[in-house]
Every structure is written in C-alpha cells, then in structure tokens.
C-alpha cells in the first residue's frame, strides 16, 4: 500500500503552478495523493474541480464568522455596539437639513456630502484582523480535521503560513509527519507593516515552523533568511522551475495579433501586476527607447490595468504598450518564444521580492529569450554564473533603459538541468521520502549560491519587530 500524502492549500489552487506541479510528481511517484482546498464562500463549491492535476480534490468550506470563536450572544451584543458607533458616527457627519426649495424633494433625502456607508472604526477592522491571525490556524484544523482524518496521512504538506499552524496541529492529531513549504518569504511579502496582525504572524510561523519535520522554499536567499531567523536547519530549495518546452510548439501569434511591426522588438513582462514590480518604471523605460515594444501580460483587476495603461497614454506611448490578462498556464511558453527579451523589473519594495527568484525568469531561460533584469541580489547571481543577461546599474528608468538599449544573448554558458523542472521533483520527492522515513533532509546549494552572494545578499538589517503582547497571545493558542 501506498503511503498517504494531504497537501493543504488556502484557496481553491487552480490556478498555482507550484502546487499544480508539485502534485503530478508526487502522483507520479506513487504516493496516494490528495489535495485539501480552502474555499471562503459556500457557493463556490458547486463548481469545485474533482481533481488537479489527476489528483483528487476534497474542497472544504470556511465561515469567517468561525474564525474567532464566540458565543452567539457575544456576537450579537459586539455587532449591535459596532452598529451603535457607526449611527453615532453618521449623525455627527451628517450636515443640518436646510430648508427645502425643491417641492419634489422628500425630508428623508440624503445629503449629497454624507458619509459613504463603511466600517465605523478602523480600529475595529485592525482588532479584528489581529484576532483573524490569532485563531486562524485553530478554524482551519477545525474545518479541514474530518476530511484529513478520514483519510489518515502518513505525510501532511503545508502550503504557506495560512495552513502552517493548520497542518502542525493536525499532523500532531493524527500522528502524522509534516513539511512546510514556504513559496515567498512571509514576513518580507508587499504590504506588510509591524502592527500587531503583522507581529502575530511572526510569532506563529516562530512557533510553528519548529514543529515541521522539513521545511522547503523557493530560493537560496531565502532559505539562509529563514535558516538564521528562526535558528533552524536551513531549508531545503525547490525551485519554481518550468517542464521542459514541448518538441513541436509554435510562438503564439503576438506580433501578428497586436499590429506590431517587423522592425520592432518585442519586450515582455509576465507575471502578477501588482504594485512594487516595477511595472510603472518598465514603462517610462520603455518610452526611452524606440524601437521597444512592451506586452505585460498577466492577473490583475481592470482598475489595476487601465492604471498602467493610463502611465502609457501619459507617457506618450499608448500604441507601443498592451497590457493583457494571462493565458493558460499550458500556453506561456509560446507566450515568452513570441518575445524578442524578457523583462523582470521588480523593486526591492519588501524583502520578499528583493530575495525572490520567480518562475519567469526559469521559463524565459527555457525558452531561450534574453533576460533583462533589475539588480535583485539572486537573479543577478544566477544571470552572472550562467553568464547570459543583461542588469540594470540601479533601479531607475534610466539605467533600465540603458539596460534594454545593451546587445543581448540568450546563450547560457553553464549548464540548466540544476535550474530545471526535473531537478525541482527530485528535490522535492527527495524531501518527501526522507520525512517519511524519519531521516534528516539533506540539501546542495544551487551552483550560483555561494557564501559570499549569500552573506552580501541578506546582511541589510531586516529583522520584522516582535512585541511581548503578540508572544503571549500566540502561546495562548
């Protein structure tokens, strides 16, 4: 018999290539594999996929009113003392009726100036996402307890810190081993600030990481960040590495499909358009050399792109940039085989990018399109040992546009297969065995990871501030 495998995810994972990825092999070594999915709204598990990447799906379902456990009484009496504050609030905004002029008008008008209806008090939303952490992980064993323990694992994957604390609990339940697998570095991602919800969140993935059996992660640098913030054994690194290209593949029709003309190169950025990618610079580079044309493809939300759009049409190039949503994950690379280079223009906005080393640059690699890339400290020492690339000076449109204007080679002269998707599952299945069999997880550093990029790279004096209030809490848990 087969050992048993649960991977646990915090939202429906469709759409995740490491997860997608990471699934086939396990499948594909044997194990009996079986993904737990996170869904937040109840209606949505109508249309829930049976499986992924043939592998069984068991989709549960969250409450958030579940998260932070509270009689019903208590709920009631906090909901009717929020909504007091926001009434109390509305009538001190709201302006004295004036006399009406208007015989059309009703005394119950609103006031144009009133007050949009919204949460009385942000401390409110603050308190309640601090309280959101600190139970979390506890609604999340709950919910996904039943349908794990029926299926009795002999090995839990947690994905993330959303399922961390999840998957510790349940592996110490059900007696079963647990690896935690860390796509970004946590306490470095965008947005992140050092109030208490921040705080608390440190002090979970500090509890909770010493709980695993191994830990796996995405880059070099990051696997040393965690190694040393958390005095644990370094993590082993899995790269988010692509499959190797198809034999028989065409370029998807870019040129053709956005008008653009022959004499012309084609620069792409792939990838998330999330604010700190350094997408807004991209573009004022781009109206600095002219024989650019720049396709940013990828998620983001209408607003999100017209924005871009909007740097586009103010920077007098409109026509020369196209911001589109993403194609299917089965098409990327005859997206990047359409490009003439490859664009990965992310600052340094939090740690977490600045140690990041993202799937777009394995795939442009791949594919055999040149790199141009901002000055982030592991891409640029993988682009120097595969001496192929070209980095900017600094972080400015400037030097990105002096950077896109240098001749570029996609020729690598070091060897891929360390940075492929077969060396990616076997690390990975490697660590799997090695847990399951109780033995320690041993780890090779990638070829360009050495001392010196590492101790260069992580000796800026980010430390993420911890207070005693979120200590206390989180052991209360």
């Known amino acids: 018999m087969s050992a048993r495998i649960a991977v646990l995810l915090d939202h429906p994972g469709a759409g995740d290539s490491r997860i997608l990825w990471s699934l086939s092999a396990l499948r594909g070594a044997g194990y009996d594999v079986r993904l737990f999915a996170l869904y937040r709204f109840k209606d949505a598990l109508s249309n829930a996929p049976i499986e992924i990447g043939g592998v069984c799906v068991t989709p549960v379902w969250l409450n958030d009113s579940d998260i932070v ?17 926001f009434r109390a609030r509305l009538r001190q905004a709201t302006p004295p009726p004036r006399p009406h002029t208007n015989s059309s008008a009703t005394p119950h008008q609103v006031p144009i100036n009133a007050p949009p ?9 603050r308190v309640n996402a601090a309280l959101g952490t600190l139970f979390w992980h506890r609604a999340l064993a709950r919910t996904f307890h039943p349908a794990v323990s029926d299926f009795n694992p002999d090995l839990i994957i947690a994905n993330d810190l959303a399922t961390l604390g999840c998957g510790a609990t349940l592996a110490q339940s059900l007696g079963a081993k647990l690896i935690y697998d860390a796509h970004e570095l946590e306490l470095g991602r965008n ?6 919800a921040e705080q608390i969140r440190e002090a979970f993935e500090r509890k909770f990481i010493r709980r695993a059996d191994a830990v796996i992660t995405v880059s070099e640098t990051i696997a040393e960040r965690l190694g040393k913030h958390y005095g644990q054994p370094r993590p082993t690194v899995v790269l988010n590495a692509p499959p190797a290209l198809p034999e028989e593949t065409e370029p998807l029709l870019l040129r053709t499909n956005l008008g653009i003309p022959d004499t012309a190169r084609i620069a792409l950025y792939l990838g998330s358009m999330v604010p700190g990618r350094g997408l807004e610079v991209l573009i004022e580079a781009t109206a600095m050399v002219d024989d650019i044309y720049l396709v940013i493809m990828g998620g983001a939300s209408d607003a999100r792109m017209e924005a871009l759009r909007t740097v586009a049409r103010d920077a007098g190039i409109s026509p020369r940039v196209h ?50 890339a901002t000055p982030l400290p592991e891409i640029e020492a993988l682009l120097a040992y595969l001496q192929t690339g070209v980095v900017a000076e600094d972080f400015s449109a400037k ?12 020729k690598t002269e070091n060897s891929l297969s360390p940075y492929s998707r077969e060396a990616a599952n076997e690390s990975y299945l490697r660590a799997a065995a090695a847990v399951m069999l109780g033995e320690n997880v041993a780890f090779e550093r990638l070829p360009h990871a050495d001392a010196a990029m590492l101790e260069t790279s992580l000796d800026t004096g980010w430390s993420p501030r911890i207070g005693p209030l979120a200590r206390a809490l989180v052991r209360l848990v």
């Open 117 to 125: 209806k919204s949460e009385p008090d942000s401390r409110i939303g």
């Open 399 to 410: 030097a990105m546009a002096a950077a896109l204007q240098q001749p570029l080679t996609a």
């Open 323 to 372: 911001v589109l949503p993403p194609v299917p994950s089965d098409q990327v690379h005859r997206v990047f085989q359409a490009a003439d280079l490859s664009v990965i223009p992310i600052h340094p906005s939090c740690e977490s990018y600045r140690l990041s080393l993202p799937t777009k640059l394995f795939h442009s690699l791949r594919a055999g399109v040149p790199v141009v």
């Open 191 to 196: 947005n992140v600030g050092d109030n208490l």
């Open 69 to 85: 456990p509270m009689p019903r009484g208590l709920i009631r009496v906090l909901s009717g003392v929020r909504s007091a504050i």
